[in-house]
């Protein structure tokens, strides 16, 4: 089982910007879809972005011309460049991966990270 590493949360204020990293360490076959997530207190876990191995994106609407994923798939990590943030982007962002684990595995698992906070003040 593998556990995806975050890093980057913080502070901010309006307007800020902040970048996330997420690794999935050790042993990998390879990895597909990557993305973002964020749940804020007494809300659901929403989708924040996605990257596929290609590079195609998908992008939340509250995000779009904001909020920028890429990857780097040498180091199995996925990065958000988040700019303009503003309160209500205030949460906690996990990281998700579809990872297959060895070459004799039939098909992926998700795997999340740890969650890490982000908090815009106004």
């Known amino acids: 089982q593998v556990q995806l590493v975050e890093s980057g949360g913080g502070l901010v204020q309006a307007g800020g910007s902040l970048r996330l990293s997420c690794v999935a360490p050790?042993?990998?076959?390879?990895?597909?879809?990557m993305g973002w997530y964020r749940q804020a207190p007494g809300n659901e876990r929403e989708l924040v972005a996605v990257i596929t191995s290609d590079g195609s994106t998908v992008y939340a609407d509250f995000v779009k011309g904001r909020f920028t994923i890429s990857r780097d798939n040498a180091k199995n990590t996925v990065y958000v460049q988040m700019t303009s943030l503003k309160p209500e982007d205030t949460a906690v962002y996990y990281c998700?991966?579809?990872?297959?684990?060895?070459?004799?595995?039939?098909?992926?698992?998700?795997?999340w990270g740890q969650g890490t906070q982000v908090t815009v003040s106004s």
């Open positions: 998700k991966a579809d990872i297959r684990r060895s070459e004799a595995s039939r098909h992926e698992f998700t795997y």
């Open positions: 050790g042993s990998i076959f390879s990895v597909s879809d």
